[in-house]
């Protein structure tokens, strides 16, 4: 059912399961996943790619390493119309077990029975969608939770929220390779899902690293999603749609669980982030900490390409999609331009969400500052950096964003949002000889574009202040964030499973 890209045949020392990241989607997790596999050429790794569809994907965006023996590709909402027909429903009792996601109070004694093979043998996803013993459960289950919203939403709810697991259960058990040692999952959800179910099948073990945590990321999409609700027009009828929302809120919430409960061990980038892992069900044993790292050796040499004055450039590097909040960016860029002759950067494809690239893209327009804001898609960041006053970086979300751990190695100071571990990076955290090292740059509130807009004014206009940032910002990567630690610290995990 997937597309299968490499296969050189031996054995998978380390199978990543990349859900829209790795090699498709440049960037962030993606980058990260490339850098282990790079920096460890002594072991062989496999990647399990899980998309959307084939035509959301542009082509690998990655040179891939020799030391990459294996690569499929499997689109979860592919169309293949009729692939049902002529097939034979069954009629099962255990559908009624799905139930155990939306109930509250049931999960935490099903879930062992819907994360695994016999489960869907049992049920297949044709009996989901189309026997009779499913559509029962879907009615009953509406009664049960008190859904307020017409049915035929809810009941195309229903469908979305549990066909994904049937796809990923179906390339679980065609899945031809058992010669895994370690199974690594950067993300819970369906990504997280898939791991659980070879891992519990197979008997291979299998861990999680978690880079913003991916129940809370999730919850923030939902919450602000403008596909959940009414799927016909002529329901004139209005209606709350947050029932529809906690739903899948509640889905995304137990896929978590199932990673968590199933994974020898879970792995974050800072504390915060692994304290909110046991907030959303992870046992507190299983978790720890590894931050990123970067080539800082390599990347401190672009320092010496920077012109003697700062640059009038504030750089945003990432995704063009609504996490990363890139209108509150053009918005301080707006209010900058009213008192210094400044230009904005955005370093990034737009191809993930077009519509909201499209949405900035006419901010711009309307806030008159479509000469200040330049798009430049995709760049090496060699070529960004140097011409870089300032970097930005303004999500909603995040974990250890490795562009603020570049920046810093590269000699820019850097100004954020509170998210994930910015705060720790750019004041100190780790320790107390971490905050003596000083203040890399500023940190302002989520949503606020006055806030951006003046510690970008503060950057760029008090040359003092700007140096001891860079100053503080390249000590802080050299002494604590290094990549050559963060191999050497996932190496040591590795090692404790693929050689047993």
Same mark, same amino acid.
């Given at each position: 059912?997937?597309v299968?890209?490499?296969?050189?045949g031996?054995?998978?020392?380390v199978?990543?399961?990349?859900?829209?990241t790795?090699?498709?989607?440049?960037?962030?997790?993606?980058t990260w996943?490339?850098?282990?596999?790079?920096?460890?050429?002594?072991?062989?790794?496999g990647?399990?790619?899980?998309?959307?569809?084939?035509?959301d994907?542009?082509?690998?965006?990655?040179?891939?390493?020799?030391?990459?023996?294996y690569?499929?590709?499997?689109?979860?909402f592919?169309?293949?119309k009729?692939d049902?027909?002529?097939?034979?429903?069954k009629?099962?009792?255990?559908?009624?077990?799905?139930g155990?996601?939306?109930?509250?109070?049931?999960?935490?004694? $099903?879930?062992?029975?819907v994360?695994?093979?016999?489960?869907?043998?049992?049920?297949?996803?044709?009996d989901?969608?189309?026997?009779?013993?499913?559509?029962?459960?879907i009615e009953?289950?509406?009664?049960?939770?008190?859904?307020?919203?017409?049915?035929?939403?809810?009941?195309?709810?229903?469908?979305? &929220?549990?066909?994904?697991l049937?796809?990923?259960?179906?390339?679980?058990?065609?899945?031809?390779?058992?010669d895994?040692?370690?199974?690594?999952?950067?993300?819970?959800g369906?990504?997280?899902?898939?791991?659980?179910?070879i891992s519990?099948?197979y008997?291979?073990p299998?861990?999680?690293?978690?880079?913003g945590?991916?129940?809370?990321?999730?919850?923030?999409?939902?919450?602000?999603?403008?596909?959940?609700?009414?799927?016909?027009?002529?329901?004139?009828?209005?209606y709350?749609?947050?029932?529809?929302?906690?739903?899948?809120?509640?889905?995304f919430?137990?896929?978590?669980?199932i990673?968590?409960?199933?994974?020898?061990?879970?792995?974050s &980038?800072?504390?915060?982030?692994?304290?909110?892992?046991?907030?959303?069900?992870?046992p507190?044993?299983k978790?720890?900490?590894?931050?990123?790292?970067?080539?800082?050796?390599?990347?401190?040499?672009?320092?010496?390409?920077?012109?003697?004055?700062?640059?009038?450039?504030?750089s945003?590097?990432?995704?063009?999609?609504?996490?990363?909040d890139?209108?509150?960016?053009?918005?301080?860029?707006?209010?900058?331009s009213?008192?210094?002759?400044?230009?904005?950067?955005?370093?990034g494809?737009?191809?993930?969400?077009?519509?909201?690239?499209?949405?900035?893209?006419?901010? $711009?327009?309307i806030?008159?500052?479509e000469?200040?804001?330049k798009?430049?898609?995709f760049r090496?960041i060699?070529?960004?950096?140097?011409?870089?006053?300032?970097?930005?970086l303004?999500?909603?979300?995040?974990?250890?964003?490795?562009?603020?751990?570049?920046?810093?190695?590269?000699?820019?100071?850097?100004?954020?949002?509170?998210?994930g571990?910015?705060?720790?990076?750019?004041?100190?955290?780790l320790n107390?000889?971490?905050i003596?090292?000083?203040?890399a740059?500023?940190?302002?509130?989520?949503?606020? $574009?006055?806030?951006?807009?003046?510690?970008?004014y503060?950057?760029?206009?008090?040359?003092?202040?700007?140096?001891?940032c860079?100053?503080?910002?390249?000590?802080?990567?050299?002494?604590?964030?290094?990549?050559?630690?963060?191999i050497?610290?996932?190496?040591?995990?590795?090692?404790?499973?693929?050689?047993?």
């Open positions: 059912m997937g299968r890209i490499i296969d050189k031996g054995n998978i020392d199978l990543f399961i990349a859900e829209g790795y090699p498709y989607i440049k960037g962030g997790v993606s996943i490339h850098q282990i596999i790079n920096g460890m050429k002594d072991i062989n790794f990647v399990l790619f899980l998309g959307s569809r084939p035509e994907y542009k082509g690998i965006g990655y040179e891939l390493p020799d030391n990459l023996v690569l499929e590709a499997i689109y979860l592919e169309d293949k009729g049902w027909l002529g097939k034979r429903v009629e099962s009792e255990k559908v009624r077990l799905l155990a996601f939306l109930e509250d109070g049931k999960f935490e004694n $099903a879930w062992q029975e994360t695994n093979f016999n489960f869907f043998r049992e049920v297949s996803y044709e989901f969608l189309y026997s009779r013993q499913s559509w029962e459960f009953e289950l509406y009664e049960s939770i008190g859904m307020d919203v017409p049915f035929v939403d809810y009941f195309w709810t229903m469908r979305n &929220l549990f066909a994904p049937f796809k990923v259960a179906e390339l679980a058990m065609s899945i031809e390779r058992k895994i040692g370690l199974i690594h999952s950067p993300s819970t369906y990504a997280g899902f898939l791991g659980s179910l519990k099948e008997g291979i299998f861990i999680v690293t978690e880079h945590i991916y129940t809370k990321e999730r919850k923030i999409d939902i919450l602000n999603a403008k596909w959940v609700g009414v799927q016909y027009k002529y329901l004139q009828k209005k709350d749609i947050d029932a529809l929302k906690k739903l899948w809120i509640k889905m919430v137990n896929l978590g669980k990673s968590y409960y199933q994974a020898e061990k879970v792995f &980038l800072f504390e915060e982030a692994r304290k909110q892992q046991i907030s959303w069900g992870c507190p044993h978790t720890e900490v590894i931050p990123n790292g970067v080539d800082v050796d390599r990347l401190s040499k672009l320092v010496e390409k920077r012109p003697k004055e700062v640059p009038k450039v504030v945003f590097i990432g995704r063009v999609v609504a996490i990363k890139v209108k509150t960016f053009i918005k301080a860029i707006a209010l900058l009213q008192k210094l002759d400044v230009e904005g950067w955005i370093v494809p737009e191809d993930e969400e077009p519509e909201y690239a499209r949405e900035c893209r006419e901010l $711009a327009e806030l008159k500052v000469d200040k804001i798009f430049l898609g090496n060699a070529d960004i950096f140097p011409k870089t006053g300032v970097f930005t303004t999500s909603i979300s995040e974990g250890m964003p490795m562009t603020v751990l570049e920046a810093m190695a590269s000699g820019v100071p850097c100004v954020t949002t509170d998210v571990s910015c705060r720790q990076l750019i004041y100190g955290g107390e000889e971490d003596a090292i000083g203040q740059g500023i940190v302002t509130p989520v949503g606020n $574009a006055r806030a951006l807009a003046d510690a970008y503060k950057l760029l206009t008090d040359e003092n202040f700007w140096k001891k860079q100053k503080a910002g390249l000590e802080r990567v050299n002494r604590f964030y290094r990549f050559d630690q963060f050497e610290n996932y190496r040591k995990v590795y090692m404790q499973y693929i050689r047993k």
